[in-house]
Nanobody, 128 residues
Framework: QVQPVESGGGSVQTGGSLRLSCAAS???????????VGWFRQAPGKEREGVAF???????TVYADSVKGRFTISQDNTKKVYLQMNSLQPQDTAMYYC???????????????????WGQGTQVTVSS
């Protein structure tokens, strides 16, 4: 298995919280500290966009402006990456995807096309 696996989506009301999990694929295990892992989202009729990114070796993070101060990306020693989402708004409703790529530069890229291992996605719905 090459693709990471997401879990943790669901439905919440405005202002609520959810935590998404992304489990690394076994393919990544041998060199796990050399990856960038990102969370992306895609709402109906819109393009997929990057939300948050983390370097597995060192833990440096990058956030989209739309989620700064509300979302937190983190990792643990079980090769899982998390996206804690607080103060959720209806505009956060989307399918959320976890993606990974080998880290080849100092900063993890944020573009969709830069990532080559994608999970199947998990739905997040925020109602008003």
């Amino acid at each position: 298995q090459v693709q990471p696996v997401e879990s943790g989506g669901g439905s919440v009301q405005t202002g609520g919280s959810l935590r998404l999990s992304c489990a690394a694929s076994e393919y990544m295990y041998s060199s796990y500290s050399s990856y960038c892992v990102g969370w992306f989202r895609q709402a109906p009729g819109k393009e997929r966009e990057g939300v948050a990114f983390i370097s597995t070796g060192g833990g440096s993070t990058v956030y989209a402006d739309s989620v700064k101060g509300r979302f937190t990306i983190s990792q643990d020693n079980t090769k899982k990456v998390y996206l804690q989402m607080n103060s959720l708004q209806p505009q956060d409703t989307a399918m959320y995807y976890c993606a990974a790529r080998r880290k080849t530069s100092l900063r993890c890229p944020t573009m969709v096309d830069a990532y080559n291992y994608w999970g199947q996605g998990t739905q997040v719905t925020v109602s008003s």
